[in-house]
């Protein structure tokens, strides 16, 4: 898709009027550096060879899988007050580890670092900007399909995009901007989207129905005196294709047909953020997902609506989104397209509404284990804002092992 048509698109989504500046001037204004990174990257994306990890199988019942994945960004960040940035990073690199070590019983672990050289970012504790820690660490105990246990660091059982889908198998460059995608943060107090606790999880009915429910530490003190708990839970329902991994994708390739409803809640008691009377903490989202065959390629869609109260950033919001893309048949040996655009929107409580909007386009050369993404966002605030408009043009190049 040419970028022209990407702007066409996304402004009229828009209806504020204030998309002026079109995506060629854009493009323009992030200059020459973008070119150099856009040809650089083709031409990496030929030569770097992609595989599925190293798996040892130590005896009948014992095992162990090696692998990484990782996710390199250029990214430039323009706003009307300021020069542009021009941001190079290492989004997401993940290396994994998983094993069994009986029969109903198996470990997993992410070590992983997160936007690590991105401007103004930096938590080595938690893995962002500088270092690397346990993103996702958990140990699991599984007898039956139907119910499963598992103990540790994981995704809150809460909404479907940070809740169950890979990052490393999206439809759009990045999750939605309220849940931490491009250069936002997740709205739901985390630890960079996770946190400690247990779930109990399973597949009811062949795949029909997936649930999800955790007990977490949630946030701690001072903002949560009273020590208090926190709970959250996911149910959703399979109508063609099951979902049953713990890990789902938000873009299958033509791999499955999927549709997929979900209902997701968050919840923790009387939690203080700074000046604000402590309050509960809770949010409820509804959601769903389409992915199937449409004429010679494949469709995918996806939406979501978030109610939210006394949360750390948004404090009480209404947030929603839709996505959707197409996959074209492949025009090479392993090389299909895949243009999409996503459309955000937040409704805080007496501050006015941020739009998020995108257009990009990705490039398989072996289905999420290589490929090139190239987006452009859009965020604009409403009048009143103390938040400045920007505009966020980044490439990204995806490899795994």
């Not at 990890?53 to 019942?61: P, Y």
């Not at 490929?371 to 980044?394: C, P, W, Y």
Request: hydrophobic residues 40%; contains cysteine.
């Amino acid at each position: 898709m040419h970028p022209d048509t990407e702007y066409v698109f996304i402004e009229q989504c828009h209806n504020s009027g204030s998309w002026k500046i079109s995506t060629f001037n854009k493009m323009r204004r992030f200059g020459k550096p973008a070119v150099c990174i856009m040809m650089f990257l083709l031409y990496l994306s030929f030569s770097v060879p992609a595989g599925a990890g190293v798996k040892i199988n130590l005896d009948d019942d014992r095992w162990i899988h090696l692998g990484m994945r990782m996710q390199a960004w250029y990214q430039a960040v323009d706003t009307e007050e300021n020069a542009t940035i021009h941001d190079f990073m290492i989004r997401r690199p993940y290396f994994y580890v998983q094993g069994q070590v009986h029969p109903d019983i198996t470990f997993f672990a992410h070590i992983a670092g997160d936007r690590i050289g991105q401007d103004g970012v930096d938590n080595a504790g938690y893995g962002l900007g500088t270092g690397l820690a346990i993103r996702d660490g958990w140990i699991a105990y599984s007898p039956a399909d139907a119910f499963m246990v598992q103990a540790g660091r994981m995704y809150i059982p809460f909404t479907r995009a940070f809740g169950t889908e890979s990052t490393f198998a999206l439809l759009t460059l990045d999750l939605p901007y309220e849940q931490g995608g491009v250069r936002g943060a997740p709205f739901f107090p985390s630890k960079v989207g996770r946190d400690d606790g247990v779930v109990a999880w399973g597949n009811l009915a062949e795949g029909l129905v997936q649930y999800r429910f955790g007990l977490f530490e949630g946030q701690g003190a001072p903002q949560n005196p009273d020590r208090n708990l926190r709970t959250s839970g996911r149910v959703s329902l399979s109508l063609l294709d099951p979902e049953t991994s713990w890990f789902n994708k938000g873009n299958y390739l033509g791999e499955k047909k999927v549709l997929s409803f979900g209902f997701g809640f968050d919840r923790q008691a009387n939690l203080q953020w700074g000046e604000r009377p402590a309050d509960d903490y809770f949010g409820w989202t509804a959601d769903m997902f389409l992915d199937h065959p449409a004429g010679p390629g494949t469709v995918v869609f996806e939406g979501a609506y978030i109610d939210i109260r006394n949360a750390q950033n948004l404090a009480d919001a209404k947030n929603y989104y839709g996505q959707a893309g197409y996959l074209f048949p492949g025009i090479a040996d392993k090389v299909e397209i895949q243009p999409y655009a996503r459309f955000e929107k937040t409704n805080r409580a007496g501050i006015a509404d941020t739009v998020y909007a995108s257009g990009g386009m990705n490039i398989f050369f072996n289905k999420h284990s290589l490929k090139l993404t190239f987006d452009f966002t859009k965020v604009s605030n409403g009048s009143g804002s103390s938040q400045e408009d920007k505009s966020l043009f980044t490439i990204q190049f995806q490899a795994a092992l």
